[in-house]
């Protein structure tokens, strides 16, 4: 199609727009991936040392224990108590064989002990005794590391419970695999004793990235005391210098990790709980982005080229269907008023063709609009004007009619069942204007307005005649012509006289609610409030939708959704109607039936909740006083509802007893919350919400805590493989069972049955 060139100015201008987008958004996207991969690198950081800070402790803790323990036996007493300067034989054999006797917990931590007196060089392990000398070599120890040992055991100023550490290693590196606290105990005033105990760093730590520079280490005061790391000796001693580790003594807490920056690196640290000035330190280059940097531009340049691409086409397909109306039009003007350069020229110059006939459309819309007398007068009926207005509408149309009185006439068109199912909706609407045309011809002076069309169905009219029969026979008339002309009938209501203008909204109202009293009155095409009356009285308001759902509102204990039925029920029989007294007794014969049937579905008698029979319970004599029987109605279902909240409260209780015995009872098979509900045959979101509600937790987490407590118990009263363990409390795979038991008790099975022992033997030592 030729002249296209707005199509393609739309396209262009759509074009820029999406390009933008879809640059801002990539922008956003790269951003904010960038963002979230720091924050979580800096998480995991913090995290990452925060372990290695409690495997360390965990480690030191054990070991501290230890010593204190053998400083309780009286074999060990014996030994440090001795002042000789000759070794005692018999006593370095004792104290070897309680060394040996507690190897294998030095070895579930990993270290080795080693213990001398300050007055002999003799060293005793739990492996044989070694000359002070010999275990110094073996150690590595340089003379300087020899020289601090021995001015550190012989300085008399040390008090119980003293020590220090000292790092062997080759050389001046600190990059050392193990090691070695030195701890000085004070027996009495001149005879002291060092624990050597020496830790392998092999397990320190978690394996460091190669390619990436990352170091862990740790540092006493301003000294680095162990160091782990791939970079060379001079870029860890450029990186912690003096002032550094000063700072990092300052503000590390033991708690919370501190966050250093220097020369592109960060520098985490965090205190240990065991040793006080000690500091555990890891390192990590700032630049750890740029690994992850090409996968993050690609996955950018994945998403800038798929959102222009789905821009593009989105753009192609809105423009298809906004650009098709505007190319339509032209093609359609083209064959009259030529060929332009574009688009808008063909429809400028179809437009000049055009004016001429806007005027004569002018004069159309102007001959069919609702006049303004006409408007006040819908406005009126609707209730949507004011009083002051009203009088001023009145005074400035001249409505002198109105200030007396007259009659409200709504007009009704019904159609033959046969004659509106063959008829289309423009059909209906042709016949529903001729007999408006017709009913328009009929009224002649009679009427203060033109005809007000209501809707599809309805239309209005405003007469002076007063005399209800002279209104009717004018109906009867108009009506009986209209049968000889059409296919379809014609129903009135007819309003009770209007005395004062202000009462026209509530007469309209009440013309309107006649139409409900139609089918009662299947004869009359006329109806009026007098035709009425006695059927106003008679009928109470109860359907069977209504009291369908009051009952199983009740049943289910929907406590509030039951109240609101009720209430409306009340209000609609009691008050907003004037029910006779037949009435009435009726309405309350239904309250009596809809209780009835509560109670027989809760399988319960009315004497479970009354003492007396419905009947006299709602005595007939006494129904007229409306508020003593709303209160005797209330009364009764408020007492429903509380049966029916404690029955569901107890079938909550009971079912929680059953699921807490099942799984007493298969704690040790594999089950799930899909087995436990087939089982009792309840949907599993129905059992989740009573371990919530009962238990105060769901079903996996109890299920947990009682195989770990299970876990615990067998531990207790016997020795048995972790293997063995996890498959005697329910648990398949053996890494799940340690990492829930670490998870509920803070060690692992073998810590927590090590740690056991230890207290044991500690609890046996005190009672002999």
């Given at each position: 199609?030729?002249?296209?060139k ?27 991936n ?32 230890a ?17 000789s ?28 002990l ?7 060089d ?22 300087i590391d020899r020289e ?11 008090i ?8 062997f ?8 695999s ?10 009495d ?12 760093t ?39 210098t003096k ?11 033991a708690k ?8 592109n690196?960060n ?5 240990s ?14 630049n ?23 821009g ?62 006409n ?103 108009f ?34 609610n ?12 006329i109806l009026?409030?007098?035709?009425v009356k ?28 039951a ?19 037949y009435?009435l ?25 009354l003492?007396?029979?419905?009947s006299s ?5 006494k ?29 909550n ?26 089982h ?17 937790e ?11 407590n299970?876990?615990?118990?067998i ?11 996890a ?42």
């Amino acid at each position: 199609m030729k002249n296209r060139k707005f199509y393609w100015k739309l396209f262009t201008s759509f074009l820029i727009l999406i390009i933008i987008y879809t640059f801002v958004t990539t922008s956003v996207f790269y951003y904010k991936n960038n963002q979230l991969f720091e924050n979580e690198r800096k998480n995991n950081h913090e995290a990452l040392l925060k372990q290695v800070k409690e495997k360390i402790d965990k480690r030191l803790e054990f070991a501290f224990q230890a010593t204190l323990q053998l400083e309780s036996e009286e074999i060990f007493k014996e030994y440090s108590k001795n002042t000789s300067d000759e070794p005692d034989h018999y006593q370095l054999l004792q104290v070897k064989k309680l060394l040996q006797n507690n190897l294998s917990l030095y070895s579930q931590f990993d270290y080795k002990l080693g213990i001398m007196k300050i007055n002999n060089d003799i060293i005793i392990t739990p492996a044989n005794t070694i000359s002070k000398d010999q275990y110094f070599k073996k150690l590595g120890l340089s003379k300087i590391d020899r020289e601090t040992i021995e001015k550190f055991s012989r300085d008399q100023k040390g008090i119980l419970g003293n020590y220090k550490v000292l790092a062997f290693s080759d050389g001046e590196s600190r990059n050392s695999s193990n090691i070695t606290l030195v701890k000085k105990e004070m027996i009495d005033r001149h005879q002291n004793v060092l624990f050597f105990v020496t830790f392998s760093t092999k397990t320190f730590y978690p394996d460091t990235n190669t390619l990436t520079n990352e170091s862990f280490g740790i540092v006493k005061d301003s000294d680095i005391v162990n160091f782990k790391t791939n970079m060379k000796q001079s870029k860890i001693s450029q990186l912690l210098t003096k002032d550094l580790l000063n700072k990092i003594k300052e503000k590390v807490g033991a708690k919370q990790t501190t966050l250093i920056q220097k020369s592109n690196y960060n520098i985490n640290s965090v205190r240990s709980d065991i040793l006080k000035d000690w500091n555990y330190i890891y390192i990590t280059p700032k630049n750890g982005l740029i690994s992850s940097m090409p996968n993050l531009l690609i996955s950018s340049i994945a998403v800038f080229l798929g959102l222009l691409i789905i821009g593009v086409v989105i753009t192609r397909l809105i423009l298809k269907r906004t650009y098709s109306p505007i190319g339509n039009l032209v093609g359609l003007l083209k064959g009259d008023h030529g060929s332009g350069e574009d688009e808008f020229l063909v429809i400028e110059n179809a437009i000049k063709k055009l004016k001429s006939a806007n005027e004569d459309l002018r004069k159309t819309i102007q001959n069919n609009q609702i006049s303004l007398k006409n408007k006040f007068f819908r406005d009126l009926l609707m209730g949507i004007i004011d009083k002051e207005e009203i009088h001023s509408q009145v005074q400035k149309f001249n409505i002198k009619e109105l200030k007396g009185a007259f009659r409200i006439v709504i007009f009704e068109v019904n159609y033959d069942k046969s004659l509106q199912e063959s008829l289309s909706q423009e059909g209906s609407m042709a016949l529903k204007l001729q007999a408006f045309k017709l009913l328009k011809e009929q009224i002649g002076s009679k009427a203060l307005c033109d005809i007000i069309e209501l809707d599809y169905e309805k239309a209005v009219i405003l007469i002076k005649e007063k005399e209800i029969e002279s209104v009717k026979k004018w109906i009867h008339s108009f009506v009986y012509h209209l049968d000889e002309d059409i296919n379809f009938s014609i129903m009135a209501a007819v309003s009770e006289l209007v005395i004062d203008i202000e009462q026209t909204e509530i007469m309209f109202k009440n013309a309107m609610n006649l139409f409900e009293y139609r089918f009662a009155m299947e004869k009359t095409q006329i109806l009026t409030m007098d035709d009425v009356k006695h059927l106003v009285n008679t009928n109470y308001y109860y359907p069977l939708n209504v009291e369908r759902e009051l009952i199983d509102s009740t049943l289910r204990g929907e406590d509030k959704a039951a109240i609101i039925i009720l209430d409306r029920v009340l209000e609609e029989n009691l008050y907003n109607k004037n029910l006779n007294y037949y009435a009435l007794s009726q309405f309350v014969i239904a309250i009596i039936v809809t209780i009835s049937r509560i109670l027989q579905s809760m399988n319960k008698s009315v004497h479970d909740i009354l003492d007396e029979d419905l009947s006299s319970f709602f005595e007939i004599k006494k129904i007229e006083d409306k508020t003593m029987l709303e209160k005797k109605i209330r009364s009764t279902f408020h007492i429903l509802l509380l049966q029916i909240r404690s029955k569901n409260e107890q079938e909550n209780m009971s079912m929680a007893d059953q699921l807490t015995a099942f799984i007493q009872d298969h704690y040790d098979k594999d089950i799930s919350l899909t087995d436990m509900a087939e089982h009792f045959n309840l949907t599993s979101s129905y059992i989740s919400t009573i371990f919530k509600t009962n238990m105060g937790e769901n079903f996996k987490e109890f299920l947990n805590r009682y195989r770990i407590n299970k876990a615990k118990e067998i531990l207790e009263s016997e020795s048995v493989k972790i293997n063995q363990l996890a498959g005697m409390v329910g648990y398949n795979n053996v890494n799940t069972f340690i990492r829930i038991f670490k998870k509920y008790v803070g060690l692992s099975p073998g810590q927590y049955e090590a740690m056991r022992l230890l207290h044991r033997n500690v609890n046996i030592k005190d009672n002999s």
